[in-house]
Each structure stands twice: as structure tokens, then as C-alpha cells.
């Protein structure tokens, strides 16, 4: 089973690699801080966590991340989220490799922009496989005295 806090590590280091690669400096924050925003900064939030039993055998997992980054100029911000749009769609539209594991975006990553602060969402799903705990002999092998 993926662990949430797993999930996170993962895309801080994914989040913290793009913007690394990109030259931007902006370093990902808690997002449970109450102190002011410090600019320039990322902060991750994710919401909508579900678990499902989806078969006999599978679990579908699901979660929606938000991503906030915030430019060094609260009005000057257009060039800045230029590039955060094209550091984080080269490193998360796709997939977000967790360990060994990769979890798919469902849609992609969308863009919106509220108040200067630029903000990516992403909404991703994976099946995990229930561990089965077979308490009988495989049909294959089955011998029966009639």
C-alpha cells in the first residue's frame, strides 16, 4: 500500500528536481503554516483522498493535488507563472513515480491563477492489488476421490 506521506515526499522531490532544472528558485513549504507567505514558494495540498473497493482483488485509490506557487512580485507575475507552467507540466503531467511505483494523472494538470498566485491541479488514480489469502488448494491441483 502507498502511504500518504510517501505521496508527498514524492512530489516534493519531484516539485523541488523541475524547479531545480528550471533555474527557479522557490522553495516547497507546509502548507498547515499559519505564518505570512513567503514569496517566492510552492506549497502542496492534497485533498479528496478515496479508497475503493473496486474488484475482488483491486483497490482504486485516488487523490486531488493542488499546488500553489507563489512569484517574488505579487503584481508582476506573468513571466514567473510562464515558467512554473512549463517546469511543473514537463515533470507531472503525466505520472509521479512514487519509489517504484507510478501513480497517472487522470486529466492531465490545469492551470488557474487567483490573486497573483498560480495554481496547478492534478487529479491522480492508481489500483492497488489486495493481497489474497488463499485458504485452499488451486483448482489446478484439486484432486477429488468421488
Known sequence: ???????YKALVDTITAATTAHNINAPVVADD??????RPSIKIQIDDDTANRDTTHMDLHSFVCRIYYFPPDRYNYRNEHFGMKDCLSEFLKDTLWVGNFNIDTVDGISFSKTN????????????????????????ETLEMNI
Not at 503554516?33 to 513567503?38: A, Q, T
Not at 498560480?118 to 488514480?125: D, S, W
Open 116 to 139: 497573483g498566485v498560480l495554481i496547478a491541479e492534478l487529479n491522480y488514480e492508481w489500483y492497488e492489488e489486495i493481497p489474497i489469502i488463499q485458504t485452499g488448494e488451486d483448482i
Open 1 to 7: 500500500m502507498i502511504k500518504s506521506q510517501d505521496i
Open 33 to 38: 503554516l499559519e505564518e505570512p507567505i513567503v
